[in-house]
């Protein structure tokens, strides 16, 4: 999405919002590449690669795919962990995020994340944003991004359709992971790889407008000017 979209098109109008965490509302990047950089060094990985691919997908699946044969998966993983939940300097809150989150009413916003809650709560607290009451985290789904179990979940346990809500991703995974939701998904940031059709872009939320209000049956009606 660019200028030249016609403002009807940049109106999106959903009763819920589904967040994911790293790189849509909390900039982590030195932090992860940090992580991920100690962990290529060590088995003489390509961190490029690594980092290209690990996107919004959990740690656990990107230790799977480069660890070396016959490493502990599950051990590497939790050492990769417990380094990123001691690790808070340079997280910051995307542009907007906070003045956005505060806008939207709270019992119609998710969390859905490839983190899990222990860190999930380490990195929002340190970006100062509030945690959503309804957390999707790593350990409360069987398969990760991009597969959309945590998507279809988050919505249902807002009570909300998929089709009336708005997902906002930053990844590729995740953002494939909206999509096979059938969840409006808007892409944020510079990482989001080529955009499936119908997917909207915006750079962060600075210039984004929301508005907040209730239908005739008292139903949460949100709407995004983007």
């Given at each position: 999405m660019d200028a030249s979209t016609p403002a009807a098109n940049r109106t999106l109008t959903c009763g819920a919002v589904l967040f994911d965490m790293d790189g849509t509302l909390v900039d982590s990047t030195a932090v992860v590449e940090q992580v991920w950089g100690e962990f290529a060094a060590r088995y003489g990985l390509d961190l490029g690669e690594i980092l290209r691919t690990s996107h919004g997908v959990q740690a656990r699946d990107t230790v799977t795919r480069f660890a070396p044969a016959g490493a502990d998966v599950t051990a590497l993983t939790a050492e990769l962990g417990a380094m990123e939940r001691v690790r808070t300097q340079g997280i910051?809150?995307?542009?907007?995020?906070a003045s956005l989150l505060a806008a939207?009413?709270?019992?119609?916003?998710?969390?859905?994340?490839?983190?899990d809650r222990i860190l999930a709560d380490i990195r929002m607290n340190?970006?100062?944003?509030?945690?959503p009451a309804i957390a999707v985290t790593a350990e409360l789904v069987t398969r990760g991004k991009p597969d959309p179990e945590g998507y279809l979940k988050a919505?249902?346990?807002?009570?909300?359709?998929?089709?009336?809500?708005?997902?906002?991703?930053?990844?590729?995974?995740?953002?494939?992971?909206?999509v096979a939701a059938c969840i409006r998904t808007v892409a944020v940031g510079p990482n989001t790889g080529p955009l499936p059709a119908g997917v909207l872009h915006i750079q962060d939320y600075s210039a984004v407008v929301v508005e907040t209000g209730k239908d005739d049956d008292g139903r949460t009606v949100i709407s995004f000017r983007l």
């Open positions: 910051v809150p995307l542009p907007g995020a939207l009413p709270p019992d119609a916003v998710a969390l859905v994340t490839s983190a340190a970006a100062g944003l509030p945690m919505a249902a346990n807002l009570g909300v359709d998929p089709a009336d809500a708005v997902v906002f991703e930053d990844a590729p995974a995740g953002i494939a992971a909206g």
